[in-house]
């Protein structure tokens, strides 16, 4: 069977197209100019029911299910991956289940020739896994081909991206990076749709705040170690500095995580020289043509009570980060807030820019 449409666009496949990340992976490829939808796959209590009725009552946006979408039958990740593999180019991965169920799973497609760009953190330190927030470390695609040849894959292979508290810090620092960031203090203040949550599946959020969300500092903590690292000798080499430490809190906001950040340097700049940092940062992206890369990475908002959260997470169709507040830290040196759309740069429309970064770059290809 023809995979690719007659558009000539590469067929998608969504795993865990049901949830809170894979109905964000449904509305955004809605008339991508790239990709189509052409499998649609949940647990077996969602299989066999149209797309449509699977998400009757719990469909999470205000957008309408997409046309191309409503009407698929919906498949079992688990028992239908040969229909799956049949109907796509490659699939997104976003199902909620044991880590080590989703790594056994995302290899299984890997293995029969089906990449796999993964929003699951399952594989994130999976030794030959790359993991790709495309406009800080693109060049560590190169690790594709490695890991194909280590496990004997032709056309598989599995991406991943990072998790969702570190999307607007990292590319913060990334800009400050010539002036060495040494030691980094952040306190994340996260939305609900981060749980796969909203106001009325998590009633307990509304007038709180939760000092605690599993797993999450660590993660904010180490995974910018592996974005900041280097390949060598066919393996990654870790990044050893800025040390990180982080403090993620869940808080009553619907989308969007805003970071507070402190930060000193090896050699600590002025705040002119900061600002023309964030403002000048060019996108190693531009040029490419991709479809989901904001016009402007980078936004620095001079008034005092800027980024907000509900204003600003949508900057740049939620692809953009927002950077506010610069003002000197008495114990580390300079400290800032930033501000990411954690269920679109964070999560679904983060792994659709790794696909696009993938296609452009001949990874991604009609099978
Ligand atoms: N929400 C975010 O902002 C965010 C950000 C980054 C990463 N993530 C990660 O992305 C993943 C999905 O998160 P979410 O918030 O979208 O979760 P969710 O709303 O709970 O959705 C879970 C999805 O996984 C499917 N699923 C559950 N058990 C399954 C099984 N046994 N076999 C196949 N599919 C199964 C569900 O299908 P049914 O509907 O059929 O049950 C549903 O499609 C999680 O690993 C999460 O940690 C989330």
């Given amino acids: 069977m023809a995979k690719s449409t007659s558009s000539q666009k590469l067929s998608v496949g969504i795993l865990g197209a049901t949830g809170m990340v894979g109905q964000r992976f449904v509305q955004l490829l809605e008339n991508h100019p790239w990709f189509e939808v052409r499998a649609v796959a949940a647990s077996r209590q969602s299989a066999g029911k149209t797309y449509a009725e699977a998400v009757l009552g719990r469909w999470k946006y205000s957008t309408p299910i997409p046309a191309g979408t409503r009407d698929l039958v919906v498949l079992s990740v688990e028992d239908d991956v040969e229909k799956i593999q049949a109907h796509v180019d490659f699939v997104f991965s976003a199902m909620d289940m044991e880590k080590e169920d989703i790594r056994a799973l995302e290899e299984l497609y890997a293995s029969r020739g089906v990449p796999v760009v993964s929003n699951n953190s ?94 999450e500092e660590e993660k904010s903590e180490k995974e ?26 869940r808080v009553p906001v619907a989308d969007g995580h805003m970071a507070s950040v402190a930060v000193s340097f090896k050699t600590k700049p002025a705040r002119d020289a900061i600002l023309k940092c964030w403002r000048e940062f060019e996108s190693p992206l531009e040029g490419l043509g991709l479809p989901s890369a904001p016009q402007k990475f980078i936004t620095y908002f001079e008034e005092d009570n800027r980024p907000q959260t509900k204003l600003d997470r949508d900057i740049g169709h939620g692809m953009g980060i927002s950077i506010g507040r610069l003002r000197e830290d008495a114990v580390l040196g300079w400290k800032f807030v930033a501000l990411s759309h954690n269920t679109i740069r964070g999560a679904a429309g983060g792994a659709v820019l790794v696909a696009e970064l993938l296609k452009a770059k001949g990874y991604l290809r009609a099978q």
Wanted: hydrophobic residues 45%; charged residues 15%; negative net charge.
């Fill in 224 to 249: 910018p170690m592996k974005i900041w690292g280097r390949i060598e000798n066919g393996a990654f080499v870790l990044a050893t500095t800025p040390k990180i430490s982080a403090t993620c809190i």
């Fill in 122 to 215: 399952a594989h994130r330190w999976t030794a030959d896994v790359p993991m790709i927030m495309p406009e800080i470390n693109a060049d560590h695609l190169a690790m594709i081909p490695i890991q194909q040849k280590n496990r004997g894959w032709d056309a598989g292979f599995i991406v991943v991206k990072p998790n969702c508290s570190v999307q607007s810090y990292i590319p913060a620092l990334e800009a400050l990076k010539e002036f060495g960031p040494q030691e980094v203090i952040v306190s994340t203040l996260q939305a609900i749709s981060g749980a796969g949550k909203t106001f009325e599946t998590m009633p307990e959020i509304l007038d709180n705040v939760i000092p605690f969300i599993g797993g």
